[in-house]
Protein backbone atom coordinates (compact mmCIF):
# COMPACT_ATOMS: atom_id res chain seq x y z
CA UNK A 1 0.00 0.00 0.00
CA UNK A 2 1.37 3.35 -1.08
CA UNK A 3 1.43 6.69 1.34
CA UNK A 4 -1.37 8.26 -0.80
CA UNK A 5 -3.32 5.21 -0.34
CA UNK A 6 -2.75 4.88 3.42
CA UNK A 7 -3.84 8.86 3.37
CA UNK A 8 -7.32 8.18 2.22
CA UNK A 9 -7.82 5.25 3.30
CA UNK A 10 -7.22 7.05 6.95
CA UNK A 11 -9.31 10.08 5.79
CA UNK A 12 -12.59 7.91 4.58
CA UNK A 13 -12.22 6.04 8.34
CA UNK A 14 -12.01 9.59 9.99
CA UNK A 15 -15.13 10.70 7.90
CA UNK A 16 -16.85 7.60 9.15
CA UNK A 17 -16.37 8.06 12.60
CA UNK A 18 -17.09 11.41 12.73
CA UNK A 19 -20.61 10.60 11.12
CA UNK A 20 -21.53 7.55 12.50
CA UNK A 21 -19.30 6.96 15.54
CA UNK A 22 -16.45 3.99 15.43
CA UNK A 23 -18.98 0.93 15.71
CA UNK A 24 -21.02 2.16 13.01
CA UNK A 25 -18.12 3.01 11.04
CA UNK A 26 -17.06 -0.45 11.08
CA UNK A 27 -20.08 -1.96 9.63
CA UNK A 28 -20.62 0.51 7.12
CA UNK A 29 -16.91 -0.03 5.98
CA UNK A 30 -18.15 -3.51 5.68
CA UNK A 31 -21.54 -2.44 3.60
CA UNK A 32 -19.12 -1.04 1.32
CA UNK A 33 -16.99 -4.10 0.97
CA UNK A 34 -20.43 -6.14 0.45
CA UNK A 35 -21.38 -3.48 -2.09
CA UNK A 36 -17.93 -3.97 -4.54
CA UNK A 37 -16.92 -0.16 -3.44
CA UNK A 38 -13.82 -1.46 -1.88
CA UNK A 39 -11.81 -4.26 -1.89
CA UNK A 40 -11.17 -6.87 1.25
CA UNK A 41 -7.70 -5.84 1.79
CA UNK A 42 -9.12 -2.50 1.93
CA UNK A 43 -11.69 -2.80 4.22
CA UNK A 44 -9.01 -4.58 6.87
CA UNK A 45 -7.17 -0.88 6.26
CA UNK A 46 -9.93 0.60 6.95
CA UNK A 47 -11.12 -0.88 9.87
CA UNK A 48 -7.39 -0.67 11.78
CA UNK A 49 -7.51 3.22 10.82
CA UNK A 50 -10.65 3.05 12.66
CA UNK A 51 -9.62 0.71 15.61
CA UNK A 52 -6.68 3.25 15.73
CA UNK A 53 -8.60 6.80 15.79
CA UNK A 54 -10.35 8.35 18.54
CA UNK A 55 -13.98 8.59 18.92
CA UNK A 56 -16.00 11.38 16.48
CA UNK A 57 -15.92 13.94 19.21
CA UNK A 58 -11.95 13.83 19.65
CA UNK A 59 -11.43 14.01 15.80
CA UNK A 60 -10.71 17.15 14.35
CA UNK A 61 -10.28 18.32 10.49
CA UNK A 62 -13.02 16.56 8.66
CA UNK A 63 -12.99 16.38 4.43
CA UNK A 64 -16.96 17.73 3.55
CA UNK A 65 -18.66 15.23 1.40
CA UNK A 66 -17.35 16.35 -1.87
CA UNK A 67 -14.05 15.50 -0.80
CA UNK A 68 -15.41 11.88 0.69
CA UNK A 69 -16.33 10.48 -2.39
CA UNK A 70 -13.02 12.02 -4.56
CA UNK A 71 -11.55 9.85 -1.50
CA UNK A 72 -13.66 7.00 -2.65
CA UNK A 73 -13.09 7.24 -6.20
CA UNK A 74 -9.38 7.67 -5.78
CA UNK A 75 -9.33 4.37 -3.84
CA UNK A 76 -10.95 2.36 -6.63
CA UNK A 77 -9.34 3.76 -9.54
CA UNK A 78 -6.18 2.73 -7.56
CA UNK A 79 -7.04 -0.90 -7.52
CA UNK A 80 -9.62 -1.58 -10.87
CA UNK A 81 -8.53 1.40 -13.03
CA UNK A 82 -4.86 2.88 -13.18
CA UNK A 83 -4.85 4.08 -16.77
CA UNK A 84 -7.51 6.88 -15.44
CA UNK A 85 -5.66 7.75 -12.27
CA UNK A 86 -3.53 10.53 -14.04
CA UNK A 87 -7.46 12.09 -15.33
CA UNK A 88 -8.04 11.97 -11.47
CA UNK A 89 -7.81 15.31 -10.09
CA UNK A 90 -6.83 16.10 -6.22
CA UNK A 91 -8.14 19.23 -4.99
CA UNK A 92 -5.24 21.44 -3.37
CA UNK A 93 -8.00 21.92 -0.64
CA UNK A 94 -7.83 18.22 -0.47
CA UNK A 95 -4.62 17.57 -0.38
CA UNK A 96 -4.23 20.29 2.15
CA UNK A 97 -6.65 18.29 3.96
CA UNK A 98 -4.39 15.30 4.17
CA UNK A 99 -1.22 16.75 4.79
CA UNK A 100 -1.92 19.70 7.15
CA UNK A 101 -5.15 19.76 8.78
CA UNK A 102 -4.81 15.78 9.94
CA UNK A 103 -1.55 15.36 11.18
CA UNK A 104 -1.60 13.62 14.35
Not at 11 to 34: P, S, T, V
Not at 44 to 73: N, Q, W, Y
Amino acid sequence: MTVIETLYKLAFAKHLIKNLGKKEAQRMAAYYEKLGIISREDLVDIITCIEMLPESSEVKGFMDFDDHLKALRLIWLMKNNKENLDKFEVTESLTRWILIKDSF
